[in-house]
């Protein structure tokens, strides 16, 4: 999942304002493909959305987006539910 710099910088910015929730790490987790999230044991992550394959999350983590799965991960508390928003050009 390569990404554009535009998009890169949205999800910076959504990351910014908190995304959609928190999860701390529970395990260290290597990335394997390209578009994986890399993080060690207790980072913290904000999650950006929920990806269509179950399990699985965009999330962010010392400035990288990646994508990572809910096993790898403790949530803290219920994830917001993301708000769909269209801006003018």
Not at 45 to 72: H, K, N, W
């Amino acid at each position: 999942m390569a990404a554009s710099a535009h998009d890169l910088a949205r999800w910076t910015r959504f990351a910014a304002k908190g995304g959609i929730g928190r999860c701390t790490a529970t395990v260290d987790c290597v990335a394997r493909e390209i578009g994986d999230l890399m993080f060690l044991k207790g980072d913290d992550i904000i999650v950006l959305m929920q990806l269509p394959d179950a399990g699985y999350y965009l999330g962010f983590c010392e400035g990288v987006v990646g994508r990572f799965s809910s096993t790898d991960v403790q949530f803290h508390g219920k994830l917001k539910r993301p708000i769909m928003a269209k801006r003018g050009s």
